[in-house]
């Protein structure tokens, strides 16, 4: 088992960056893949990002595609989500997620999450 932990988020103009990790303890976090999702108010808890449990394999939306960037370093049990050229459309509660199913755009393959951080990106 393992429990996530983000931090991060807060309010940023539109064109700016914020970086956001996700701090895991508990054992093999190493064999986790590691997913992004994002809630917009009303909305559903939609894929973001992901990355392989080795960080050779990554994953975007393509609502994210060029802009956002993640990363993890195993000895550190971290993952990272690097968000440039930040749009008020980008404005969500972003939460981190760990699986050990290859699905990982399938918000229903996590059994692990953090109680997310919020990103709120003024125009």
């Known amino acids: 088992q393992v429990q996530l932990v983000e931090s991060g988020g807060g309010l940023v103009q539109a064109g700016g960056s914020l970086r956001l990790s996700c701090a895991a303890s508990g054992r093999a976090f190493s064999t986790y893949l590691m997913g992004w999702f994002r809630q917009a108010p009303g909305k559903e808890r939609d894929f973001v990002a992901a990355?392989?449990?080795?960080?050779?394999?990554?994953y975007y939306a393509d609502s994210v595609m060029g802009r956002f960037t993640i990363s993890r370093d195993n000895a550190k049990k971290t993952v990272y989500l690097q968000m440039n050229s930040l749009k008020p459309e980008d404005t969500a509660a972003y939460y981190c997620a760990g699986t050990t199913d290859g699905r990982v755009r399938e918000r229903g393959v996590y059994p692990y999450w953090g109680q997310g951080t919020q990103v709120t990106v003024s125009s």
């Open positions: 990355i392989s449990s080795s960080g050779a394999a990554l």
